[in-house]
Structure formats: structure tokens, C-alpha cells
């Protein structure tokens, strides 16, 4: 505001100048109300000036508020972003390590579950095969042992026992295969949504 002031100021002796320095005139009228009319002229330009001068200021200043207002705002936004990144980056890496631990469980219940399942098998067999042996015992003792019949009676209970603690042991087996089974495709839906 002083250097528009200031400008004024200027112009305004620069006009006094130019009006004092004009040419000389003969009549005393003329050379009252020229020189007061040219002062009026130069102090509206002056005044013209002074104003435009003013409001380029004020305009200019209005720019560069808002001009500043918007780079704070730019500012946290791009803060804001930063630490969303950082977070981002943060969840990326949990979900890696929580995938990693999945696959390792799951490679670890695979291993278990092909292991019970060997077992099994030859869980199996040997049912298969202690079947045969009493079938065999049996058709011994109907035919060839009728004498010592007690003993062979508790010996074929002995081993019938024995075949239904394995029946028994096999079912629990199976179902402890299908309880892996279905841990397995759980851990497998789990690892299949988080990627």
C-alpha cells in the first residue's frame, strides 16, 4: 500500500512539473484556469491509477493466499497417502508371513495325513490277513480237532478280539483321515481368499 501511495505521490509531481514547465500564456484567465483544469486531469489519473494499482494489489494478494491455502491442503494430503502407504505395505507383509504359515501347516497335515493313511493300509492288510487265518482255524478245528476243542474256542476268541480291536482301531483311523481331510480343505479355502 506505501509503494502505491508512493507511485501517486510520483506521478502526481511529475504532472505539477509538466504543468509548470508548459508554454507561457498571454491572458491572465487563461493562464489561471489552464493550468488548475490540466491539475484536475493529472490528479483523476492519478487517483485512476492509484486504484487500479490497488485493487492488482489486493487481487494479487487474494492469489497468493489461496494459492497457499491449496499447497497445505496438497501437503497433508500427500501425508495422508504416505502413511496409508506404509500401512498398505505393513498388511501386505502380515499377509505374506499368515500365507507362509499356512502353506507350512498345510504341507505338515499332508505329510500326517499320507503317513495315517500308509498305516492304514497296512492296518488293513493285516486284518485282511488275520480274517484269512481265523477262517483257516476254524475249518481246522471243525475238522481235524474236535478233542481239544476249549482251547482252540479260546484261541479263536482270543484272535476274534484282537480283530475287533483292529475293526475298531481302523474306523478310528478313518475318521481322523477325514477330520485332516477337512482341516485341509479349510486351510485351503483360507489360503485361496487371502491370494
Not at 496438497?74 to 497417502?81: N, R
Not at 497296512?122 to 476243542?149: A, I, S
Request: aromatic letters at 4%.
Amino acid at each position: 500500500m506505501k509503494v502505491i501511495w508512493g507511485l501517486c505521490l510520483l506521478c502526481l509531481a511529475g504532472g505539477l512539473r509538466a504543468v509548470h514547465a508548459g508554454p507561457v500564456r498571454t491572458g491572465k484567465m487563461e493562464d489561471k484556469a489552464a493550468p488548475q483544469e490540466e491539475v484536475n486531469v493529472l490528479m483523476f489519473g492519478v487517483i485512476q491509477f492509484s486504484e487500479s494499482l490497488n485493487y492488482v494489489y489486493e487481487t494479487t494478494e487474494a492469489k497468493i493466499a489461496r494459492i497457499s491455502r491449496a499447497l497445505k491442503i496438497h501437503e497433508g494430503t500427500l501425508q495422508t497417502l504416505g502413511r496409508q502407504t506404509e500401512q498398505a505395505a505393513e498388511v501386505e507383509k502380515h499377509m505374506k508371513e499368515v500365507i507362509q504359515l499356512l502353506q507350512a501347516q498345510m504341507a505338515k497335515q499332508q505329510t500326517q495325513t499320507k503317513m495315517t493313511k500308509d498305516w492304514l493300509a497296512r492296518m488293513e492288510q493285516e486284518e485282511v490277513e488275520l480274517k484269512t487265518k481265523v477262517k483257516r482255524l476254524e475249518v481246522y478245528l471243525n475238522n481235524f480237532v474236535p478233542t481239544n476243542m476249549k482251547e482252540l474256542q479260546e484261541r479263536a476268541e482270543e484272535h476274534s478280539n484282537i480283530l475287533k480291536g483292529l475293526q475298531h482301531l481302523t474306523q478310528f483311523q478313518k475318521e481322523n483321515i477325514e477330520t485332516q481331510n477337512e482341516q485341509l480343505s479349510k486351510l485351503l479355502r483360507m489360503s485361496e481368499a487371502m491370494t
